[in-house]
């Protein structure tokens, strides 16, 4: 092939020269086996059932399915976002790649993808009325049933945590919160046990961590209710609330919420409070009680659970309270709370891989919607690593996904009947990304 003349060149090799050619290469690749799960689940097809497509006239240039997939695919808000792309600014950029052309369905391989205005269009005006914020949450909700119905599981752990998401501009409902220390939303955040982000709600800064939970919260107990499955639910002190054991108990969920300390329990643990005797070993003594407790806005009295912890090179010892309606033994009850960690490291992949506390609309609304379409994003990407991921790289992060998965290499290649993309094998070579197509192929409802 002859040498381009807009080709650039280096100094440390003269050999050496860079040519650009967005059209056929793109750094996406990855994509499609994302998309590929889209197809075999039927994620995105799911949106015409749950949002309504109010444009209208003969100027409508680009269909709602495509829409949502680039938004999604491309920008962190399914596709877009999944591929680390956080704003409608990089669709212009996009609207060339190959990839994503490809994966967002639009007619033709020639016909590029939305521009940036289309994107900005659809996120703040078409997706911001209340039916499709409505809808969005019930599109979410219908993904993870979707991934649930291909995992094998008899019950359901539910953790429930808030998050900040810090702004810097003077969006709608952004306030100070003394314990971030900084001007935020304050998202409330359901994970089940798998990494799925059941539910999601945007709040203004300055509410508190529980605020709202019974909106969140009751979508997600009606389904499994339907499912049949047995349920719990794990939350921090910041959920320590009578009205939240009360609604729990009523619809037969067991749980294991942190509760804050004060005077009465402190008496109950009195005899555990004394330091033990002898040089301290090097893993921490460790000792367990339970009680029954009643606190003066309790309707009823309720089981806790005490851990003391005496940690060698500490003076005072750890002490925490769980209140709980679990019957196994106090070491049980502990271990099985001691699990709500795993919900703070899914709220961190959301923010590391996704940046989905990107919310830098203006308008309330619209950030509400951009929150929406980050968490399709990451259950799509979280449903990939944990039903596409082959043994080898089960362990994998949403951005050891994104990262080197995602962020494969390829160039388009046309023939008149195919389009073949040359990918690059890395991180990832042949046999492992057919691994993964094969088990997204399992996946597929048999035919008839």
């Known amino acids: 092939m002859g040498e381009s003349n807009n080709s650039l060149k280096v100094q440390f090799d003269r050999r050496v020269r860079l040519e650009f050619h967005g059209a056929t290469i793109t750094s996406d690749a990855g994509l499609l086996a994302a998309r590929e799960l889209d197809e075999a689940l039927g994620l995105t097809k799911l949106s015409s059932a749950h949002l309504k497509d109010g444009r209208t006239g003969r100027n409508v240039q680009h269909q709602f399915v495509p829409l949502l997939r680039q938004s999604v695919y491309s920008r962190q808000s399914v596709y877009s976002r999944l591929a680390g792309y956080e704003d409608t600014n990089d669709a212009e950029r996009l609207a060339q790649d190959p990839a994503m052309r490809v994966i967002a369905g639009w007619r033709g391989p020639d016909k590029p993808a939305a521009s940036t205005n289309s994107m900005s269009r659809f996120e703040t005006e078409v997706l911001t009325c209340p039916e499709n914020l409505e809808g969005l949450e019930r599109l979410n909700a219908a993904w993870v049933d979707k991934g649930m119905a291909r995992t094998k599981h008899r019950r359901v752990i539910l953790d429930m945590d808030s998050s900040e998401s810090p702004v810097y501009g003077e969006q709608e409902g952004s306030a100070y919160n003394g314990h971030f220390g900084g001007v935020c939303y ?173 919310l830098s609309c203006h308008r309330f609304v619209a950030n509400q919607v951009r929150l929406a379409l980050f968490i399709l994003a990451y259950n799509l990407g979280n449903l990939l690593r944990r039903l596409a991921l082959p043994r080898a790289i089960k362990d994998w992060s949403l951005r050891s996904v994104q990262v080197k998965l995602i962020k494969i290499g390829g160039r388009l290649v046309r023939h008149a009947r195919r389009l073949v993309f040359q990918l690059a094998e890395v991180a990832v070579p042949r046999a492992l990304f057919q691994g993964v197509l094969d088990r997204i192929g399992r996946l597929c409802p048999a035919p008839g």
């Open 186 to 358: 304050h998202p409330l955040f359901v994970f089940n046990q798998f990494g799925d982000c059941e539910g999601a709600k945007l709040r203004p800064g300055n509410v508190h961590s529980a605020q709202d939970w019974r909106e969140v919260l009751e979508p997600i107990v009606a389904g499994y209710e339907r499912a049949g499955v047995r349920r719990y639910f794990r939350g921090d002190a910041a959920f320590a609330r009578p009205e939240l054991y009360e609604y729990l108990e009523e619809h037969g969920i067991l749980y294991a919420i942190r509760l804050p300390s004060n005077d009465v329990l402190a008496r109950e643990i009195e005899h555990l409070m004394k330091r033990p005797v002898g040089r301290p070993p090097r893993k921490p003594v460790v000792r367990f009680h339970d009680f029954w407790y009643q606190a003066g806005s309790w309707d009823r009295p309720r089981r806790v659970v005490a851990k003391v912890g005496w940690h060698r090179g500490e003076l005072f010892p750890r002490v925490g309270f769980i209140v709980t309606t679990m019957s196994v033994r106090p070491e049980g009850v502990v271990h099985f709370y001691n699990g709500r960690g795993t919900a703070e490291q899914w709220i961190k992949e959301g923010k590391y891989a996704l940046n989905w506390t990107r």
